[in-house]
């Protein structure tokens, strides 16, 4: 069956391998030149049930995913992109907007997961991946390009003053983990309540705890984020109140003798899109300094979106490792982790011991092409227009303002699930207090009625 699939890919698929062709409509729009997201056969539904409408809305992402479930797990490869009854299938993106599988335009507000800063299919980084395209895809050597968006970075980026690139944030984080270990010769890692650090083992700790299991709000207890996390992976985490200086610094000094890093998101996103105020960093950074433990900002979502040097230069705030992606790849695979040079010399391989970074496609040379074009795209004029949204929240819709210590909602009631979150919680207990898990992964009635493309996930960070 594998074979007959792929055996004439430029012949026109059967219909049993594509069940969903016949419900592609040729046009979202009415005759009239408005916008419809009825399905092409059905008229529009009179319901208010969100999970009706978005069935009869969406048959073709309906049969695709019948047929995906038969060999995927789910019927994706990413757990983020399901939601019940079943995902949305996209077809195309241009922009800012997105076209489903029957060929629905709807806005994307969640620019895959905050990845696509420019919107997609930008004129500027599909050329630059098709000149690089055409040059080569990937060689066991290093590129010239890696040379040109590493330097670029540690330009922008107050801490950086070296940076290897990786293919996630999840190995971003990993390696990071792994710096400070070797650089402190300590075993454990602190990281916030709430916080969100990828998947690898050590990251799948008390992101979404179960608040009975999770010990005292200001002496919170590691809690496994997955089945399969180690007991080791417990063991070596510490877990301390985010926004709670006074707790956190009393946990941090209580176990200084372990602890390599402290790991965070200046602002948590998966955890409920908390800000950290200026007094919780700044502390951070004072008792880490005194005990010779480094400080690691998880920047994956904040990196160039919230200010050109981060969410650092936002606060004044200088960790010792950051670690950056999503918006760097200029939509491509790419992840990036950088800081101070005499703890990233650990991976240099002309001293001895180093520490080993392998990767085929570590610094790939597509990746670092659609990167440098993005990354050029996103000029100081950029981030003064930016900026000047940020500090003045209040004139926009659902703004948000930074008033010198930390992001302040606006007098609006904001209605995406994100910025709901920005408003309602301060810290990570909050935000695990109140999330309904049930509430997760459904769609939504803005999504599957008007036409809106966002997280499933309650308090993504994606609308930042």
């Known amino acids: 069956m594998r074979s007959a699939r792929n055996a004439n890919p430029s012949a026109p698929a059967a219909k049993t391998s594509a069940p969903w062709r016949s419900w592609r409509r040729r046009s979202s729009r009415r005759r009239d030149g408005s916008r419809s997201t009825c399905g092409p056969r059905e008229s529009c539904p009179v319901t208010d049930d969100p999970e009706a409408i978005y069935r009869q809305t969406t048959p073709a992402s ?48 969640l620019g895959n997961y905050t990845a696509m800063i420019l919107g997609h299919a930008h004129p500027k980084v599909v050329e630059a991946i098709r000149r690089q395209a055409a040059r080569g895809t990937g060689f066991a050597a290093a590129n010239p390009v890696e040379v040109k968006l590493a330097t670029l970075l540690c330009e922008r980026v107050p801490s950086l003053d070296a940076v290897r690139f990786c293919n996630s944030g999840t190995e971003a984080t990993m390696f990071a983990m792994r710096l400070a270990r070797a650089f402190t010769a300590r075993p454990k890692i ?27 709000a200001d002496a919170p207890v590691p809690r496994p984020d ?32 372990e602890v390599a890093g402290v790991i965070l998101e200046p602002i948590i996103g998966a955890g409920g899109v908390i800000p950290a105020t200026t007094e919780f960093l700044r502390r951070l950074r004072q008792v880490t300094e005194e005990l010779g433990i480094l400080l690691i900002f998880d920047e ?49 391989p002309r001293r001895e011991p180093n520490i080993a970074q392998g990767g ?74 109140h999330a309904n898990p049930r509430g997760r992964g459904r769609v939504s009635d803005r999504g599957g009625r008007h036409g809106h493309g966002r997280a499933p996930s309650a308090g993504c960070g994606c609308n930042l």
């Open 300 to 348: 994956v979502i904040t990196g160039f979106r919230v200010g050109r040097g981060g969410a650092q230069e936002l606060y004044g705030v200088r960790p010792d490792l950051t670690l950056l992606g999503k918006i760097v790849g200029g939509g491509l695979p790419l992840a990036a982790f950088g800081g101070r040079a005499d703890v990233m010399e650990l991976l240099d």
């Open 226 to 257: 997955s089945m399969g996390t180690p007991t080791w992976a417990l063991e070596e985490t510490v877990v301390l109140p985010f926004n709670n200086p006074d707790a956190a610094e009393a946990i941090i000094r209580r176990h200084a003798g």
């Open 62 to 109: 309906r049969a695709i995913h019948e047929a995906a479930v038969r060999v995927m797990p789910g019927g994706t490869t990413r757990t983020t992109t399901y939601f019940d009854p079943y995902p949305l299938y996209i077809d195309r993106g241009q922009g800012c907007r997105v076209w489903d599988a029957d060929g629905t335009e709807r806005i994307d507000m």
């Open 190 to 216: 602190a990281r916030m309540e709430g916080g969100y650090h990828g998947t690898h083992d050590h990251a799948e700790v008390s992101t979404h705890p179960v608040v009975s299991e999770a010990g005292p």
């Open 360 to 433: 085929t496609y570590n610094g790939n040379p597509l990746g670092m092409a659609a990167g440098l074009a993005a990354m050029t795209e996103l000029t100081p004029d950029v981030y003064d227009v930016g900026g000047g949204m940020l500090r003045n929240g209040h004139r926009y819709p659902h703004g948000r303002a930074f008033n010198g210590d930390t992001l302040e909602p606006a007098p609006c009631q904001p209605r995406l699930p994100g910025r709901d979150s920005f408003r309602r919680y301060g810290d990570g207990r909050d935000h695990v207090q």
